[in-house]
């Protein structure tokens, strides 16, 4: 062997043989564990609706309770015009709830008897627990946009009347001035109406949403009526109320979507902390023999930051605004794609692990079978799956030794760095060429490598210059 030699090894369990398996098995792990969320998620989103709505209506009935007895009458018989939709929308949505409960039930059930992934079904198997988890996301969101569609249309024709009476008061005035022109007492009576009908608008979307709607048109309405100025008053005051029953009904639909938008958002937050949950405590296949692993600790910062990012998005969601859920619900997908992304990662350093320690040792029985035994190792960044560097010495000689292992996509290659009994000095040609016709003998021999291997010299009669690649302490960091 010369100073520096390199040596590929085509291990049998190398990522380009194992990954299909692997990722399929994670793959249909990942769905089940998805399809489960949503079977909880979905079941608990009645009872969760129930207890928003019960906390909505003691702060509607307090801010109420504020307001005159006349006043709270109309308040309630507007909003009798839609409290009846709002009951009808949520036993549709939490009908649609426990459908899907039921058909994620069944989902999951399916996937756990799906069997173990073979060479021959990885990709099948991979495609369907996908298609699975994706169908019932996509048949719970069209099948809610449906309702939300419904809903929609039925307060904007319940809200058309409301409308249509305010323009019947709009021709009432004019029919008084074509009949009755000046008489200021029928026109203030109409004015004050009109006032009166945006109060009780501008109070109701008070009480419904705890905010007011821009009331500034409304007290310039009121100061033309105290002015003297009715048809003014009169004019301005159906507009107020007009734009307040457009914004009441576009809020209520929106707070419907933005109650149905919280629980997707939170179901997907929980799909992707049930997947790296299911990372943590997986079962995977390697050279025919099934192992407990947690794949996550072959990038433990990804899964950490993660997870992180995760809670950060389920802790902002109750108090999250219409646009500030858009933008969670595509964050949180993106997060999900990175769970996909660092899934394949740690199965890929997964399998590199594997086969650097098949390959290690083979390197250490070739080693000692000439009379070399392991003073030391380190993996860089102490990550298994990243390089290894395993130290040897010569007892009888102290010849040093350090074997770097580089895992790939198609097996392990070796950086083989002999040091002699003193780095820098003169050494024998003739034994380096020795130590790795040796090692490349034993290697080939131990019947582990898809193809024989070879190794590349380099530096022949001289010690290795590498100390880096010895200093088990820099590797590590």
């Not at 194992?18 to 990942?30: D, K, R």
């Not at 198997?125 to 939300?148: G, V, Y």
């Not at 009347?161 to 009432?172: F, M, N, P, S």
């Not at 395993?390 to 996509?409: M, R």
Request: glycine share 4%.
């Amino acid at each position: 062997m010369s100073a520096d030699s390199f040596i590929p090894l085509a291990i049998a369990g190398a990522f380009f043989f194992a990954a299909p398996i692997v990722i399929a098995g994670l793959a249909v792990a990942g769905a089940a564990a998805a399809v489960s969320v949503v079977a909880q998620t979905a079941a608990d989103a009645s009872r969760k609706a129930a207890a928003e709505q019960a906390s909505r209506q003691r702060e509607q009935q307090a801010r109420l309770a504020r307001q005159s007895a006349e006043d709270q009458q109309a308040i309630r018989a507007l909003q009798s015009r839609y409290t009846a939709l709002q009951s009808r929308q949520r036993a549709a949505a939490d009908a649609l709830s426990q459908n899907i409960a039921q058909a994620a039930q069944k989902a999951a059930r399916e996937l756990h008897a799906s069997g173990k992934a073979t060479a021959e079904n990885a990709a099948s198997l991979q495609r369907t627990a996908q298609a699975k988890a994706e169908a019932l996301s996509h048949k719970w969101s069209t099948q809610n946009d449906a309702l939300l569609a419904q809903y929609s249309a039925d307060l904007h024709a319940s809200f058309q009347e409301t409308r249509t009476q305010l323009e019947a008061r709009k021709a009432d005035l004019s029919r008084l001035h074509s009949t009755l022109a000046g008489d200021d007492a029928q026109t203030r009576r109409l004015a004050q109406e009109q006032l009166d009908t945006a109060r009780i608008a501008i109070q109701s979307f008070e009480v419904e949403f705890g905010r007011s709607p821009a009331a500034e048109d409304y007290h310039r309405a009121v100061e033309y009526f105290n002015g003297g100025l009715y048809e003014n008053a009169h004019s301005l005051a159906s507009a107020v109320a007009l734009d307040v029953y457009t914004q009441l009904e576009k809020a209520l639909v929106q707070q419907a979507k933005d109650d149905f938008l919280r629980t997707a958002i939170h179901t997907m937050v929980r799909t992707g902390q049930a997947r790296i949950h299911a990372l943590e405590n997986c079962t995977v296949p390697y050279q025919g023999v099934e192992y407990n692993e947690d794949l996550t600790r072959f990038v433990p910062d990804v899964f950490a930051a993660l997870k992180t990012c995760l809670q950060q998005q389920e802790h902002a969601l109750e108090s999250a605004s219409s646009a500030e859920l858009a933008k969670a619900r595509a964050d949180v997908s993106e997060l999900l794609q990175d769970v996909d992304c660092a899934t394949r990662t740690a199965a890929r350093q997964m399998i590199y692990a594997y086969s650097e320690n098949d390959s290690g040792e083979l390197v250490q029985s070739a080693m000692f079978q000439q009379g070399y035994t392991c003073t030391g190792y380190a993996y860089k960044h102490r990550l298994e799956g990243q390089p290894l560097h395993i130290n040897f010495e010569k007892a009888l000689t102290g010849e040093k030794v350090t074997v770097e292992l580089i895992p790939d996509d198609h097996g392990v290659a070796l950086n083989v760095h002999n040091f002699g009994r003193q780095a820098g000095t003169p050494m024998s040609a003739h034994a380096q060429d020795t130590l790795r016709n040796n090692l490349v003998a034993a290697l080939n021999q131990s019947g582990a490598l898809r193809v024989p291997c070879r190794a590349s010299c380099s530096n022949s009669g001289v010690s290795s210059s590498a100390a880096q690649a010895a200093d088990l302490h820099a590797v590590s960091q």
